[in-house]
């Protein structure tokens, strides 16, 4: 298997299986992945912007595997960043009402969902590097 496609099976494996763990804990609950994925959207004000970090990886994973480093490489830090800004919010929407609970911690969802995201990162900078080698 090519490196390209290897690093993107671990990026994609480690984003699957983001999912089905809590990715933030509330007041009296938690939000898992899938939840995060399908409804992050909603809520642009204050930490929904982390939201956009989604499709993001979707165009890093294509630029990289059209070998354009440089564009994926720029992509998949602002994803970064994005995914790492959602550490500073304090409070999210938990139900449909609208109601917001505050943050009182991070699962094991949102470290595998930034693990996707620095492995692609990883992946472009040791791309880049083997390029210029060449």
Not at 20 to 28: E, G, I, R, T
Not at 58 to 67: D, E, H, P, S, W
Request: aromatic share 14%.
């Amino acid at each position: 298997m090519k490196k390209p496609y290897f690093i993107l099976l671990i990026s994609l494996i480690l984003f699957i299986a983001s999912l089905p763990f809590p990715a933030v804990y509330v007041k009296d609950d938690s939000m898992y992945g899938l939840a995060c994925l399908l409804l992050g959207w909603a809520e642009m004000d204050g930490g929904g912007i982390a939201w956009l970090a989604n499709p993001l990886i979707f165009f890093t994973a294509l630029f990289f595997l059209m070998r354009k480093t440089k564009i994926s490489l720029l992509l998949s830090l602002l994803s970064l960043f994005l995914m790492l800004c959602y550490l500073s919010v304090g409070e999210i929407t938990t139900d449909e009402a609208g109601h917001k609970s505050p943050v009182t911690g991070y699962g094991p969802g949102y470290f595998l969902w930034v693990a996707s995201c620095l492995t692609l990162f990883i992946g472009n900078l040791v791309s880049l590097r083997s390029q210029k080698k060449i």
